[in-house]
């Protein structure tokens, strides 16, 4: 375990997505599980983006992306993450991020579509505008 402070810089974060402040000051920590995640879709870059929907694996309460299809309970859309976060080097580390769980979305400019069955699962404390 490397205990050392470091600075890493990757791309620009573009929260445009974002509808209104509100809900930005309640995110809640969570973990991404690295492995769930496809490199060419979900951080192309380097970095996995903001705006990312999440779900959450039942089996290790961790996060992996939304997906209909899935069934480790990524299959129920949850949040989506709040700040871009620097992806590790492989596919075997976890990361921390924080995950924006109630507002407004701006749902032409997330980096992922968000399906009807989605929205569905966030009603009531997500609006998509």
Same mark, same amino acid.
Do not use: C
């Given at each position: ?19 209104? #402040? ?5 995110? #809640? ?45 990524? #299959? ?30 701006? #749902? ?22």
């Amino acid at each position: 375990m490397n205990l050392q402070q470091t600075v890493r810089t990757f791309g620009m974060d573009d929260q445009s997505w974002l509808g209104s #402040e509100h809900g930005t000051q309640a995110t #809640e920590s969570i973990t991404l599980d690295v492995s769930t995640f496809t490199p060419a879709t979900h951080y192309p870059a380097g970095y996995f983006k903001s705006g990312i929907p999440l779900g959450q694996i039942t089996a290790t309460k961790k996060f992996g992306p939304y997906s209909a299809g899935a069934s480790d309970g990524r #299959e129920t859309l949850v949040g989506f993450l709040y700040a871009a976060v620097g992806a590790p080097a492989v596919n075997t580390t976890d990361v921390s991020g924080a995950m924006f769980t109630h507002g407004k979305v701006r #749902e032409s400019r997330l980096p992922v579509a968000v399906d009807a069955a989605g929205k569905a699962d966030v009603a009531g404390s997500i609006r998509f505008v």
